[in-house]
């Protein structure tokens, strides 16, 4: 079965510097996609970044970046020079392909993230 | 485009009392789903849709009924609320044949209190 591992309730970091927010994921199938999204204090869950199990590169999004490590099942988001709207709660998300159809979005347990001036 | 519309935005029930979660997309898109977001537990799938007529269970589907009669809408319904179901509720709908790539659309979630 799927799963997300989200391993860090919580982290900070001073603003201006770049933070590592952690990501496993188990799956089975050899077609997935995974996601980061953010959601503010306010509580709409916004997308920012995606990366695909097939592609070569490693996703990036202006300051967003994700560190995909497919052996070692891994899907770290990198956030550089951080702000203080980057204070947020993150979920990591997959989904699997199975049979070509869309299937079940799966998130982790989520970081919270805390920027200090 | 309003996106994925969830109405209502809070809602206080008292146990037993029923009610309807609404979500409305009018992107078009074949898939939809429900989840809960409990603290320290994330977001948790309740049920899904890939399309009008078919529906099924998620990690979470018990006290919980959908139907999907139209690919617009994805009505969540409590059939007798419990404390249990005190949490946010968040609709969300994704095009399902254009490639996984494509994100999922989340609505504005709905705080629900039972009491």
């Known amino acids: 079965a799927q799963k997300i591992t989200q391993t860090q309730p919580g982290m900070f970091v001073q603003e201006k510097e770049a933070v590592t927010l952690d990501c496993t994921y188990d799956t089975s199938d050899p077609s997935y996609g995974l996601f980061w999204y953010k959601q503010p204090s306010s509580g709409e869950m916004i997308f920012l970044i995606y990366?695909?199990?097939?592609?070569?590169q490693n996703a990036t999004e202006g300051r967003y970046s994700l560190n995909f490590q497919k052996a070692r099942k891994s899907a770290n988001l990198v956030i550089s020079a951080s702000q203080l709207g980057d204070s947020a709660m993150y979920f990591c998300?997959?989904?699997?392909?199975?049979?070509?159809?869309?299937?079940?979005?799966?998130f982790g347990t989520g970081t919270l993230l805390a920027v200090q001036p | 485009n309003a996106g994925v519309t969830q109405t209502p935005k809070f809602q206080v029930l008292k146990t037993g009392q029923s009610m309807t979660l609404q979500c409305a997309q009018d992107?078009?898109?074949?898939?939809m789903s429900w989840y809960r977001q409990d603290p320290g537990m994330g977001l948790r799938l309740i049920h899904y849709?890939?399309?009008?007529?078919?529906?099924d269970q998620g990690e979470v589907p018990n006290g919980y009924n959908v139907s999907r009669s139209t690919t617009e809408d994805f009505p969540l319904r409590l059939l007798s609320a419990a404390p249990s179901q005190t949490s946010v509720y968040f609709c969300?709908?994704?095009?399902?044949?254009?490639?996984?790539?494509?994100?999922?659309?989340f609505g504005s979630g709905t705080r629900l209190t039972v009491v």
């Open positions: 992107m078009n898109h074949e898939y």
């Open positions: 969300a709908s994704s095009y399902s044949n254009k490639g996984y790539g494509y994100g999922y659309t």
């Open positions: 998300a997959m989904r699997e392909m199975r049979g070509g159809a869309t299937n079940k979005l799966i």
């Open positions: 990366q695909g199990s097939y592609d070569q």
């Open positions: 849709s890939v399309g009008a007529g078919i529906t």
